[in-house]
């Protein structure tokens, strides 16, 4: 009773909700785009994902995998996709600011979120799981205990096994296949549990506790 757990969800009021660019919208129109936004760096599985589209590209000729942000990963992200032969099936894209992220998001099949499992991810949920939840897509994680556990308990995709690259492709196959409604699931989960008008009226009680003390 001494505890108060406040978690880093969405704010649906304000998150991505900026008119779409028509020329991102059209660029991307024939293509199943799986989309990654975030910081690029060793730790967030992200190899994973390129060497998964390796197996994927054999099945689904107009997938996309779309990287977005900056980090120290990319130039390794780049060079594992050069040596598979991946360029036409994996673009990477500068930070384009969250001014510009309702476009991409609104091309994206499917988010990717490829934080592996180990100590850190099985106790940490990223903030961009609940922002992927809240565009009604389906999302793809690896199975970091975390970030599995509201994916379970939400319906709102699917977990591919950590260091398998055929398993993600695998699964992306699964979701794009499957009759379940995997992105109304986590926007009806964002919208009763995993948003910020919840979670900051927490942090308000939190406050007047200590207040009354």
Not at 60 to 88: F, Q
Not at 101 to 118: D, E, H, M, R, T
Not at 126 to 154: G, Q, T, W
Request: hydrophobic letters at 40%; glycine letters at 4%.
């Amino acid at each position: 009773d001494k505890i108060y757990l406040v978690s880093n969800t969405v704010d649906l009021d304000t998150f991505a909700t900026e008119p779409a660019d028509e020329k991102i919208i059209e660029k991307y129109d024939d293509k199943i785009v799986l989309l990654y936004a975030g910081y690029v760096t060793p730790e967030r599985g992200l190899d994973v994902v390129v060497r998964g589209m390796s197996f994927l590209k054999e099945k689904l000729t107009n997938a996309k995998l779309l990287i977005i942000g900056n980090g120290i990963s990319v130039c390794s992200l780049k060079k594992i996709s050069d040596e598979l032969s991946l360029n036409v099936f994996v673009e990477f894209i500068e930070w384009p600011g969250h001014d510009r992220l309702s476009s991409y998001f609104n091309v994206a099949k499917i988010f990717i979120s490829p934080q592996p499992q180990c100590e850190f991810w099985d106790t940490t949920i990223p903030h961009k799981l609940f922002e992927y939840m809240s565009k009604s897509k389906p999302v793809l994680a690896a199975d970091s205990k975390a970030i599995k556990r509201v994916i379970d308990e939400s319906g709102c995709g699917l977990t591919y096994k950590s260091d398998n690259p055929e398993d993600f492709s695998n699964k992306v196959l699964e979701i794009l296949s499957s009759n379940i409604p995997f992105g109304e699931n986590g926007l009806k989960a964002v919208k009763q549990t995993y948003n910020w008008e919840a979670d900051s009226q927490v942090l308000v009680n939190l406050y007047q506790d200590l207040d009354s003390r």
